[in-house]
């Protein structure tokens, strides 16, 4: 679901920069998308259970393999996707 949006911010590009523009770029689409979607939206993407494109499957090796670039990915949309599951219930 959010690896969509990762892939079309082109997250599969980032290098070791200093800054991170591409990154913050995909974090952000990925957050507006959780923020801007309702609750039966995200359940019936939950529910769809799709296997990854090509290109998602691409854009999870990249996060794979480069740590650092996964890590501040995660560090920025875990708290506002989590917090957004949990209103809808999908998390405990």
Not at 10 to 18: A, F, L, N, T, Y
Not at 45 to 50: F, G, L, S, T
Not at 78 to 85: D, M, R, T, Y
Request: aromatic share 6%; proline share 8%.
């Amino acid at each position: 679901m959010f690896l969509g949006c990762l892939l079309l911010a082109g997250i599969v590009q980032i290098k070791g920069q200093e800054q991170h523009p591409i990154l913050n770029q995909a974090a952000n689409k990925v957050i507006q998308k959780y923020q801007n979607a309702s609750c039966q939206q995200l359940w019936a993407e939950r529910q769809q259970h799709a296997p990854p494109t090509p290109a998602e499957a691409k854009a999870i090796q990249f996060l794979h393999s480069d740590p650092q670039m996964r890590a501040l990915f995660i560090n920025k949309v875990a708290a506002p996707v989590a917090n957004k599951l949990f209103e809808c219930g999908m998390i405990p």
